[in-house]
């Protein structure tokens, strides 16, 4: 059974930075295409940024590109999304999410195989 574990969330300033983590176990992989998701107080799930099985390409929605960048490392089975410049609007829990048999996973939430618990990540001024 396919877990995924992520970490590295917590409360920061308004231009600071955070490295989230998420760890899979379970299965290989390399066999999955990932992706992360945010959800702010009282409002729907979001797709945040996606990488492919090898890494080779990523997607960002349009609020986080050049300030986000979602990376994997095969070897330790993690995905990893490095988030600098962080914003108010930033707020939210962020979810790492997996799929299964492609190698890109698009951004619709509908198409993951399997999600993570969520880390909490709250930007202050």
């Known amino acids: 059974q396919v877990q995924l574990v992520e970490s590295g969330g917590g409360l920061v300033q308004a231009g600071d930075s955070l490295r989230l983590s998420c760890v899979l176990s379970?299965?290989?992989?390399?066999?999955?295409?990932m992706g992360w998701f945010r959800q702010a107080p009282g409002k729907e799930r979001d797709f945040v940024a996606s990488?492919?099985?090898?890494?080779?390409?990523?997607y960002y929605t349009d609020s986080v590109k050049g300030r986000f960048t979602v990376s994997r490392d095969n070897a330790r089975n993690t995905v990893i999304l490095h988030m600098n410049s962080l914003k108010l609007e930033d707020t939210a829990i962020y979810y790492c999410?997996?799929?299964?048999?492609?190698?890109?996973?698009?951004?619709?939430?509908?198409?993951?195989?399997?999600w993570g618990q969520g880390t909490q990540v709250s930007v202050s001024s």
């Open positions: 990488i492919s099985r090898g890494g080779g390409s990523t």
């Open positions: 379970g299965r290989s992989f390399s066999t999955y295409a």
């Open positions: 999410a997996a799929r299964s048999s492609v190698d890109w996973p698009g951004t619709r939430g509908a198409l993951y195989d399997y």
